[in-house]
């Protein structure tokens, strides 16, 4: 199956700080996604990413395709305590002929100090 | 307005015995999905309905079977648990007929295989 490489496996960060992840694959994919759980809940969606090249922000949230369809990335601006949770990236092939199944990366676990 | 509902949120099974796990959304979607989500792991889609009446293998469909029983529920039946099962199981929903709309997750189930 397809392979999704997601780091840093985790983050320890001080309440202020910027935080950055990113997902590559050997494989392009058409739609990227990037959800958020919280500790004995379900994943929720943060942002989800069509074309290559977008940039789609939430809030303190950034996200990017990235231009080779094979990666893409998150961005978390002035990190708060809310912030803690594991981030997980998804895509999807989808096109002409392609499965619209997600495969999701391992996550990134985030705790943010105060 | 519950959104996706699971029960039960916790089972411990022994090896060979069966049991059904219930899912049920008050949002009207059409779709409905089937998850299992290990340690470290992201998750993998095990089957999905696409609208009543019709069922799809997902990633790993090997040990389980589903029923959509009318539009509001999606069960998913483990006939003979095997500790390979161990896991957080995972029901999600979106409202139209395509794995690029929002799904919406419930809680969880935590299923122990022993």
């Known amino acids: 199956g397809q392979q999704l490489n997601q780091s840093p496996q985790s983050m320890f960060i001080q309440e202020g700080e910027d935080v950055s992840m990113n997902c590559t694959s050997s494989s392009i994919f058409n739609t990227w996604l990037w959800y958020k759980q919280e500790p004995g809940e379900g994943p929720v969606l943060l942002i989800a990413?069509?074309?290559?090249?977008e940039l789609t922000s939430n809030g303190r949230l950034t996200a990017q395709f990235g231009i080779t369809r094979k990666d893409s990335f998150l961005n978390i601006s002035a990190s708060i305590p809310s912030d803690v949770g594991i981030y997980f990236c998804?895509?999807?092939?989808?096109?002409?002929?392609?499965?619209?199944?997600?495969?999701f990366g391992r996550g990134t676990s985030l705790i943010v100090h105060p | 307005n519950a959104g996706v509902t699971q029960t039960p949120k916790f089972q411990v099974l022994k090896t060979g015995q069966s049991m059904t796990l219930q899912c049920a959304q008050d949002m009207n979607h059409n779709s409905m999905y089937w998850y299992r989500q290990d340690p470290g792991m992201g998750l993998r889609l095990i089957y999905y309905s696409a609208s009543e009446g019709t069922t799809d293998k997902g990633e790993v469909p090997n040990g389980y079977n589903v029923s959509r029983l009318n539009k509001r529920e999606f069960s998913l039946r483990l006939e003979s648990a095997a500790p390979s099962q161990t896991s957080v199981y995972f029901c999600a929903s979106s409202l139209r007929r395509t794995f690029t709309d929002t799904q919406y997750f419930g809680p969880g189930t935590r299923l122990t295989v022993l």
């Open positions: 990413l069509y074309k290559a090249g």
């Open positions: 998804a895509g999807q092939p989808g096109g002409s002929g392609g499965s619209y199944i997600p495969t």
